[in-house]
């Protein structure tokens, strides 16, 4: 069974930097893109990032561009979103989600539960 | 960026009745488009991609149909389970990007 587990969220405040972190399970991690996607609270989705597997190439949404990093260590089937220069605006619940079985590049059909960061003083 | 503007952003069915939900591009992403269902308090479930191709274990009330700009998601027979947020979602290029969704609710 494909399990993805978000950790890492919490309070943090304006200017701070999180790590969250995605435990996979259950499939080959290292074969398979892996992406970030948030949810403010009451508001639609945002694809935040993407990590490509083989080139490892990285792809960010231009809101968190140059703050945010992508990040994925294959040996501990782990996928990482550093996040510095936290602004109130990253409020939100993080999704870690990948493309398991769907042969399209682009989607997304394993997500994880979220993890909350919120960013307030 | 690709926009995606769904309508309406509210429908309101009784269960039994057809829904009929509809997502334009901003510009052609051919027939790069997915479909996703959120509940509350849960992660989206893919149900639709590449505009038509039901994703593993999505039931068949469910269908996408469309290609370049207009594309529609026809839940034939509406479920009590099918009353729930549906977002769309372009898988064309980066950066891939999502409609406002549109909440299924119950008349």
């Known amino acids: 069974e494909v399990q993805l587990l978000e950790s890492g969220g919490g309070l943090e405040q304006p200017g701070g930097s999180l790590r969250l972190s995605c435990a996979a399970s259950?499939?080959?991690?290292?074969?398979?893109?892996m992406s970030w996607v948030r949810q403010a609270p009451g508001k639609g989705l945002e694809w935040v990032s993407v990590?490509?597997?083989?080139?490892?190439?990285?792809y960010y949404a231009d809101s968190v561009k140059g703050r945010f990093t992508i990040s994925r260590d294959n040996s501990k089937n782990t996928l990482y979103l550093q996040m510095n220069s936290l602004r109130a605006e990253d409020t939100a619940v993080y999704y870690c989600?990948?493309?398991?079985?769907?042969?399209?590049?682009?989607?997304?059909?394993?997500w994880g539960r979220g993890t909350l960061v919120t960013v307030s003083s | 960026e690709i926009v995606l503007t769904q309508s309406p952003a509210t429908l309101s069915l009784s269960p039994g009745e057809r829904a009929t939900l509809s997502c334009r591009a901003s510009?052609?992403?051919?027939?790069?488009l997915a479909w996703y269902q959120q509940n509350p308090g849960q992660a989206p479930r893919l149900l639709i991609y590449?505009?038509?191709n039901r994703a593993t274990g999505i039931p068949v009330r469910f269908s996408g149909s469309g290609s370049g700009t207009d594309f529609t998601l026809t839940i034939s027979s509406l479920e009590p389970e099918d009353f729930a947020v549906y977002y769309c979602?372009?898988?064309?290029?980066?950066?891939?990007?999502f409609g406002q969704g549109t909440k299924l609710e119950i008349k």
């Open positions: 989600a990948g493309r398991v079985q769907i042969p399209a590049a682009g989607t997304l059909d394993y």
């Open positions: 259950g499939f080959t991690f290292s074969s398979h893109a």
């Open positions: 990590i490509n597997n083989g080139d490892g190439s990285t």
């Open positions: 510009q052609s992403v051919s027939s790069y």
């Open positions: 590449g505009a038509s």
């Open positions: 979602q372009h898988h064309n290029n980066w950066p891939y990007t």
